[in-house]
């Protein structure tokens, strides 16, 4: 049983629509992290939320903190080819040991 | 170098062999990572080092994996008598220190593949 539960797992979607993916636990993370992967490369850090009910904006990107802090949201507005990629969520409960979603694999179709 | 470095990129073995991985994390910082990812899936913790503490071994799987950092720097991550449920993509990653918050750096992994 994974920690983080993302959802959902896979997403295709046509060039210009909206998406928005769930990181959801039952677990208080002091922050948490947003990150996206392409084949072939390391996970890179898109955004931190750490205030519970943050709020973030990334250009078409926005990322919200639960109040609680245990669960977020990362959604995707006029979804782009370049959107492409494996997004994953990463709670940090102490000491920047990061715990990892299982990852939500989004397509977007031109 | 500008970033986490690992290698190899690609490593394909045969059951039952031994394998080790090197990470050169990203120069100044004392804090280091390994994780394993499965194919498309999110990743998994293996190992944790903080400057001259003792590591956080209670990710790795089996008496078979084991890593070290020598010098505060490079580490390596051995896994031994390989398996099939090995193979994977093996990812460095550090930060600056263990401050909560702090930006973490992945490397490119190391894909593992047990024949």
């Known amino acids: 049983t994974q920690l983080l539960e993302q959802s959902p797992q896979f997403l295709s979607i046509q060039e210009g629509e909206n998406l928005t993916v769930y990181c959801n636990s039952s677990?208080?993370?002091?922050?948490l992290q947003w990150y996206r992967q392409e084949p072939g490369e390391g996970p890179v850090l898109l955004v931190t939320?750490?205030?519970?009910?943050e709020v973030k904006k990334l250009k078409r990107l926005t990322f919200q903190f639960g109040d609680a802090r245990k669960d977020s949201s990362l959604h995707i507005t006029a979804a782009q080819p370049g959107d492409t990629g494996l997004y994953l969520c990463?709670?940090?409960?102490?000491?920047?040991?990061?715990?990892f979603g299982g990852g939500t694999r989004l397509m977007v179709k031109p | 170098g500008a970033g986490v470095s690992q290698s190899p990129s690609n490593k394909v073995t045969e059951k039952g062999k031994d394998v080790e991985l090197r990470c050169d994390p990203i120069?100044?910082?004392?804090?280091l990572y390994w994780y394993r990812q499965s194919l498309g899936q999110g990743l998994e913790f293996l190992i944790y080092?903080?400057?001259?503490?003792?590591?956080?071994k209670s990710g790795l799987p089996s008496d078979r994996f084991s890593a070290e950092r020598t010098g505060g720097s490079v580490s390596t991550l051995t896994i031994q008598r390989t398996q099939q449920e090995d193979s994977a993509v093996y990812l460095c990653?550090?930060?600056?220190?263990?401050?909560?918050?702090?930006?973490?750096?992945f490397g490119e992994g190391s894909w593992l593949t047990v024949v």
């Open positions: 120069s100044g910082h004392t804090a």
């Open positions: 080092f903080q400057g001259n503490s003792a590591p956080d």
């Open positions: 990463a709670g940090d409960r102490a000491g920047n040991m990061l715990t």
């Open positions: 939320v750490v205030t519970g009910g």
């Open positions: 677990s208080v993370f002091s922050s």
């Open positions: 990653a550090s930060t600056l220190d263990g401050t909560s918050g702090n930006t973490i750096y």
